[in-house]
């Protein structure tokens, strides 16, 4: 009888388990639409709101099974960000960038690294272009072509320059070397020009679109993305040391 009743117990347990599992899916379902729609507008036109959703609540169900509700954090918070991590997941696996847009991506980083090294400060728009010795408008088009590519949270920022142990998160000292990685990646950004530094935080932390951006810094939509891509492209030069490692 005394077994009988553990095993009860624990049915019992588990089923109560299962319908809050239930519940916390069904009340924050919304939640992922919102989200979905919400990185829709800063990810490429190939990428279907369709796809966003269905990975978000596979993201949504893994945090109603994870969530310790004794550590006193918010559930929408934990959601919030397990939602938006399974989408972005969804995301890198299909790569719509075609080599030539990789090849251009690090070949304006290594131009704008040599450009910084012979000058000792920031190089500009048109010594970057005289470096590639190409013109300023054939450089402003190769930024376009780069927009975007892969560039979705600080976390994915720099995905191709950090080494393999950060990445994957398999090796012993991942934890280290990741604490490590982020520590060189904010020093990097705190380096970098004042309306680089700014439009990252209004992309990243204020979560603006690129319209809302232009407005604030005065510029069109396709020139905050020209200056996305080229602040990419200048803090990957920064973190040389990371990919040489």
């Not at 990975?55 to 109603?64: K, Q, W």
């Not at 590519?149 to 000292?173: M, R």
């Amino acid at each position: 009888m005394t077994a009988q009743a553990g095993g009860l117990s624990m049915y019992t347990r588990a089923q109560s388990s299962a319908g809050e599992q239930d519940r916390l899916v069904e009340q924050y379902a919304p939640l992922v639409k919102r989200i979905a729609y919400h990185l829709l507008g800063r990810l490429p036109s190939s990428v279907q709101v369709e796809d966003l959703m269905q990975a978000g609540m596979i993201g949504l169900l893994e945090a109603s099974r994870k969530f310790d509700f004794g550590k006193g954090a918010s559930f929408e918070t934990y959601a919030g960000i397990r939602i938006r991590g399974a989408m972005l997941d969804e995301v890198r696996k299909g790569d719509w960038a075609p080599r030539s847009v990789h090849r251009n991506t690090r070949m304006v980083s290594d131009a704008m690294r040599a450009v910084e090294a012979r000058l000792g400060r920031d190089a500009k728009d048109h010594e970057i272009a005289a470096e590639l010795e190409m013109s300023l408008e054939e450089y402003y088009t190769i930024l376009s072509d780069t927009a975007g590519s892969k560039l979705f949270s600080f976390d994915d920022l720099l995905e191709s320059g950090a080494p393999a142990d950060v990445q994957g998160g398999e090796e012993p000292f991942s934890g280290l070397q990741d604490e490590r990685f982020r520590a060189a990646l904010i020093e990097a950004i705190d380096s970098l020009p004042e309306r680089e530094r700014l439009l990252l935080s209004l992309y990243y932390d204020e979560e603006l679109n690129l319209k809302e951006i232009g407005a604030v810094l005065g510029v069109s939509e396709s020139r905050v993305s020209q200056l996305h891509s080229q602040c990419a492209a200048r803090l990957r030069s920064k973190l040389v040391s990371w990919r040489n490692d």
